[in-house]
């Protein structure tokens, strides 16, 4: 068996959550018969951000990913989505960038340099290290947060919508 890639460990379970999230808005939209517009504005806890944020970090880090390691093109994209049909098309369109990523442009970039500034300061990373240590765990905490949101305003998922 080959070694697991950058793109092995990334890129599909990118997509796979995003889906996933898809599932977890879909069973929301049904638990709340159409009115999710409480949803929408529901967060954990008073200081964190939004439902839509959750989702609209998960797209950005995703790119991040795709531009940085995979080499495709970036794209400035506002978020501005509000509503259950506007976050689906955020997915979509993520799901969609992702799939330009070729399977072997991550090659060999486990020792590159992925610097980038964030916050007003320079991050500095190799390959492996950005997306071991810092992309995919953003990405998953604002999947969980995605998540957690849900369950907290009372939405009947589970352990098994999570993972599957």
């Not at 995979?70 to 960038?97: C, M, N, Q, Y």
Request: net charge negative; with cysteine.
């Amino acid at each position: 068996m080959a070694p697991l890639s950058l793109y092995d460990v990334s890129i599909p379970q990118l997509i796979r959550h995003l889906k996933t999230t898809k599932t977890l808005l879909d069973k929301a939209d049904a638990h709340t018969s159409g009115n999710v517009t409480p949803l929408c504005e529901a967060r954990i806890i008073a200081d964190m951000y939004p439902l839509p944020y959750q989702i609209q970090r998960m797209s950005d880090t995703a790119k991040g990913i795709a531009v940085r390691l995979g080499g495709v093109e970036s794209e400035a994209w506002a978020d501005d989505e509000k509503t259950f049909p506007e976050l689906h098309a955020r997915i979509d369109k993520t799901i969609a960038f992702l799939e330009k990523v070729d399977k072997h442009s991550m090659d060999g970039k486990e020792d590159a340099d992925c610097s980038f500034v964030l916050g007003g300061t320079e991050r500095k990373f190799t390959g492996s290290s950005y997306l071991l240590g810092f992309a995919m765990p953003n990405f998953y905490f604002h999947f969980v947060t995605t998540y957690d949101i849900l369950r907290k305003e009372g939405v009947p998922i589970g352990k098994k919508d999570y993972l599957y």
